[in-house]
């Protein structure tokens, strides 16, 4: 452990960082990368993110140094101990996303086994939240990328270290799916809507562009995308969007108005250039608004999602 060396991130870390968030990235959902300035943005303030990001009250980003190299990292936040803060997260610390290489080679001098820089980076987390004297701990893996949050599946490592270290996961788990846009239904392909009668009208949606489904003067579905930022954001490639909401009005269910409205934002993004869409479903329980994804599972199955990981959300230590 004397190689180990736990201090606050430096500007000049952020290349291996930004190595070290793209190599967690990929494993979950293919080919995804962001750039280095999203990663620096990301370590302050989001202003996109306009109801739990004003509750924070302190960032502090470390990382974990071995033989000149960014072994681990970690960022944390702080939330307000008053009526500034949400109930739920009101006087609590958060280990925001912890990282490190979990593998290597066998007999290799030169690539040193960094669990021990992982176990004292985890350790100066909680030696942080004991300065700032939170009474709740939580811990999750949410990276400023496409549909990477919670611990996914593939962060094996990360699910062991918070568990060594007191975490449980107390949440829920959620599926990710993703989907070519060229395999999603298309109304080229079937030009009729599914009831006589159907229109499409565009609008501002919460989550993106808004697409409904109307019948006569109802409103009986719609569909929001989000095209998700290009350029700065996502260093590679751009093409990429994600469903914010999808609902269908229950005397309409299981006629083909999901399918239909799924097909009119296909063809809505391939004229943006889209061409990987994200979805998102809990796995088990209902959500909060009393949503059960049972029957919205089955759904993307059917119209060509593919399943990219199943994530952890909601790890607490008591």
């Not at 001098?109 to 021990?116: A, K, R």
């Not at 993106?208 to 260093?235: F, M, N, P, W």
């Not at 969007?241 to 229950?250: E, F, I, M, Q, T």
């Amino acid at each position: 452990m004397s190689d180990v060396q736990v201090r606050p991130f430096r500007r000049g870390d952020r290349d291996q960082l930004t190595r070290l968030v793209n190599a967690h990235a990929e494993a979950v959902v293919p080919g995804m990368s962001v750039s280095v300035n999203t990663v620096l943005g990301s370590l302050e303030r989001q202003p996109g993110e306009f109801i739990v990001d004003p509750w924070v009250s302190e960032r502090v980003t470390l990382v974990a140094e071995q033989r000149s190299r960014v072994a681990a990292a970690a960022h944390l936040l702080r939330y307000y101990s008053d009526d500034r803060a949400g109930p739920a997260y009101r006087d609590a610390g958060e280990i925001r996303w912890l990282l490190y290489w979990p593998a290597a080679p066998a007999g290799n001098p030169y690539w040193p086994d960094v669990t021990g820089a992982a176990e004292a980076l985890i350790a100066a987390c909680a030696d942080v939240f004991g300065r700032w004297g939170v009474t709740r701990r939580y811990a999750d893996g949410e990276l400023p990328v496409p549909g990477v949050y919670g611990v996914p599946e593939q962060w094996p490592h990360i699910a062991a270290l918070y568990r060594r270290a007191g975490f449980a996961h107390t949440g829920h788990t959620e599926v990710v799916y993703l989907a070519p846009v060229e395999d999603l239904p298309s109304p080229g392909r079937n030009p009729d809507p599914p009831l006589d009668g159907l229109t499409v009208s565009r609008s501002v949606g919460i989550n993106g562009c808004r697409l409904s489904a109307v019948l006569g003067e109802q409103v009986i579905g719609y569909i929001e995308t989000e095209i998700l930022d290009t350029g700065e954001r996502l260093s590679r490639h751009g093409g990429w969007a994600d469903v914010g909401n999808l609902h269908v009005a229950s005397g309409y269910r299981r006629r083909g108005v999901g399918s239909w409205l799924l097909g009119q934002a296909a063809a809505w993004l391939r004229l943006a250039g889209v061409s990987r869409l994200l979805n998102y479903a809990w796995l088990e329980g209902t959500d909060p608004g009393g949503l059960n994804y049972d029957g919205h599972r089955a759904f993307l199955a059917a119209v060509g999602f593919r399943e990219l990981t199943r994530t952890a959300r909601g790890w607490t230590r008591q």
